[in-house]
């Protein structure tokens, strides 16, 4: 009754960990996206009307375009002059002060040269001196006018007129007498008494402006109620193009209430959840174990989410083309830590849930579509970085491919195409060549381990392998043969041969802590002659922990760590544990001191290991290596293992085992063959 009553809450639990992963992401999109009224047709100009008859159904104003405004903005701009008030009391203070400051003359100088600086001052603050910034920004059009306020006087004066605080110091030497002894008068700081004088108004200025651009008239006609506007398989030309742009705009506006944003609201929501929910039952009945890895579940809703609101961000700033976002790289980045399904799954997920904010959402699905199944053939395996350029190349040629037959479609000629949406999906696939950077950001973030950290890792310059090489080079060795073996098998079978290769490298670095207590590193001196079994046994047991402390002060990813952890299972130290039972024949043994920590192995590829593992270090004390002998060695140890279980919590069948011990027994036959013997020549 407590079983049943423990999985019904395992259960529950899980229903309730996969509903609130719904509702959140959910939430967190229709949250992002635009509430945009939308019309129930589309228009483009220069192609055919492709619905009914179309006739105003109340009267509206034909707007202008958007060009034509900011034209005619441009143009009223021209008049508008920013205001300054002119503020006296600066050139009295400053004057007042360089005065005070040089009563007694200037050193150096003859005594009038006060006079005619305090004269040459007030001639410049009497044109006007400006704030700097100011002064570039207006300058930049030598025809710019702006609004002196002296008083209750206003009047338009030049820019050309006024000075900057540089341009006002630079007139102050233009007096010939005072540019002789610039050099002297450079010592006296004559820039501190330059201040600005032309104070801007913004209240004035603003009003001024808003009272030019009130002026632009938005409308240039009106259409009547009833008025035809366009017939069907009528050419759009840009006038009619223009009145049911303004109909849809004033359309959204009339429709601008509660009641139709809730609907739309609501509609969003059911549309968002429909996708996310189907896509959770997916998970839930093919990739369950996808759940159990929090790293897993939460890359893969985390990617949709995150382009979902690039899109939503793109659509509301539409100065960007949604086309841009290189939605590829969710299937590949999918396809390089998971699978291909869930990578295609997670795409077109995506892709529904992103057109739905789009104007063309048909293209659009077909067009990310063509793209994510090109990514994900073209990317089976990542371990090259030019795969991801290639990768790149291979997509953009595709969608470009994809949208050329929508424009030959729907096009009567060439010159009708719009090449500005090619421009954006060739931008697409080189941000695409981003991906290989931050593959490297999601491997850290969420702690998977790509093929290309795999070969990295194989390289024996590798500090770790270096040092096992030059340590324990028996080990070193037999760890290459593990390899090469273990690498075999998975490619038989179909597991991930760099994996088990990776792993395969490193499952023995806990030996480097006393390399001389394990056999194949041994040269005639056995240190454990003088150590009694259980002694014996602990030290050869703890290369696994050894090894686990190594991996993690070097920071091995966890996978291989997996594979420390994993290749000798919960099994015996065999050879000690033996002869101590037939040296104590009559007492009891306690097996945990001679029990590998584990656990068993729980990947096909760390079965792989383990087998290979065994198979490798046992097969250096056969007498003689016939087919035979070999054979009947692969045979009894591997059967020993699954007879005593190793393989039970791992997903490995009794198919690939026969096909591992096939390769183990052809593999060992080549390694082990022997060579014909060279005769020897006689002398004479």
């Not at 992002?32 to 105003?56: C, I």
């Not at 159904?57 to 034509?68: G, L, R, T, V």
């Not at 450079?186 to 032309?198: D, R």
Request: hydrophobic share 40%; aromatic share 12%; charged share 20%.
């Amino acid at each position: 009754m407590s079983s049943f009553n423990i999985k019904d809450n395992q259960s529950l639990r899980d229903i309730l960990i996969r509903a609130a992963l719904v509702i959140v992401t959910v939430t967190a999109i229709v949250w992002s996206m635009p509430r945009d009224n939308r019309s129930y047709f589309h228009v483009e100009q220069g192609k055919p009307w492709k619905y009914a008859d179309f006739t105003a159904p109340y009267d509206f104003p034909i707007y202008k375009s958007k060009k034509a405004i900011s034209e005619e903005r441009d143009s009223v701009m021209r008049l508008y002059e920013p205001y300054y008030k002119y503020n006296k009391e600066v050139e009295l203070n400053v004057v007042r002060k360089f005065a005070t400051d040089y009563a007694d003359g200037i050193p150096g100088l003859p005594s009038d040269f006060t006079a005619i600086i305090s004269n040459r001052l007030r001639s410049i603050y009497q044109q006007g001196v400006m704030d700097a910034k100011e002064y570039d920004e207006l300058h930049r059009d030598t025809t710019q006018m702006i609004r002196v306020v002296s008083g209750k006087q206003a009047s338009s004066v030049s820019i050309q007129e006024v000075y900057s605080p540089k341009t006002a110091y630079n007139q102050l030497f233009r007096e010939a007498k005072l540019a002789e002894h610039r050099a002297q008068l450079q010592k006296c700081n004559l820039n501190s008494y330059i201040l600005p004088n032309l104070i801007y108004d913004r209240d004035r200025s603003e009003s001024s402006k808003n009272d030019l651009l009130s002026s632009i008239a938005l409308a240039s006609g009106v259409v009547q109620k009833g008025q035809k506007i366009v017939d069907r398989g009528e050419i759009v030309t840009d006038k009619t193009y223009r009145i049911i742009e303004s109909f849809k705009r004033e359309n959204e506006v009339r429709n601008e209430d509660v009641k139709q944003n809730q609907m739309s609201l609501f509609g969003q929501i059911l549309y968002i959840a429909i996708l996310i929910t189907a896509f959770t039952i997916y998970l839930s009945l093919y990739r369950k174990d996808y759940f159990e890895k929090l790293r897993s579940i939460t890359m893969l809703y985390a990617l949709i989410l995150i382009f979902a609101l690039l899109t939503a961000l793109f659509m509301r700033n539409t100065f960007i083309h949604v086309y841009i976002l290189p939605y590829a790289m969710v299937p590949i980045f999918i396809r390089v830590f998971m699978d291909s399904r869930t990578a295609f799954m997670s795409h077109i997920t995506m892709v529904l849930v992103c057109a739905v904010m789009l104007q063309h959402p048909f293209e659009f699905v077909v067009i990310e579509t063509v793209a994510g199944l090109v990514a994900i053939t073209s990317l089976r395996e990542l371990s090259q970085r030019s795969q991801i350029f290639k990768s790149a190349i291979f997509i953009t040629l595709a969608c470009m491919a994809a949208n050329l037959a929508f424009d030959w479609m729907q096009m009567n000629a060439l010159s009708q195409i719009d090449y500005s949406t090619y421009n954006y999906l060739i931008a697409n696939g080189i941000a695409l060549l981003f991906a290989y950077p931050l593959l490297y950001l999601i491997e850290k973030t969420f702690g998977f381990t790509s093929d290309i950290t795999l070969i990295e890792l194989s390289n024996t310059n590798n500090e770790l392998l270096r040092r096992m090489s030059e340590v324990a080079p028996g080990t070193f060795n037999h760890s290459i043969q593990v390899a090469n073996l273990a690498g075999e098998i998975a490619n038989k079978i179909g597991a991930k041969a760099q994996l088990v290769r990776t792993g395969a490298l490193y499952h023995d670095i806990g030996k480097l802590s006393n390399p001389i207590y394990f056999t194949e590193n041994q040269s005639g001196i056995n240190p454990h002659e003088t150590l009694s079994d259980i002694e014996s046994a602990q030290i050869i047991i703890s290369h696994v922990t050894e090894g686990l402390k190594m991996a993690d002060k070097y920071n091995l990813p966890t996978v291989i760590r997996h594979f420390i952890a994993t290749h000798h299972g919960l099994g015996k130290a065999k050879f000690f544990y033996i002869h101590y039972h037939n040296e104590h024949p009559d007492e009891p043994v306690d097996d945990l001191l001679f029990t590998y920590p584990g656990p068993n192995p729980f990947t096909r590829e760390q079965a792989i290991l383990m087998m290979a593992d065994t198979v490798e270090a046992a097969s250096r004390s056969l007498p003689d290596y016939t087919e035979q002998s070999i054979r009947s060695l692969v045979e009894r140890l591997i059967d020993t293992q699954v007879a005593e279980g190793y393989f039970r919590e791992c997903p490995i069948t009794f198919r690939d085992i026969q096909y591992a011990k096939t390769v183990l027994i052809e593999k060992l036959k080549t390694i082990y063959h022997t060579r014909v013997s060279y005769p020897t020549e006689k002398k004479q």
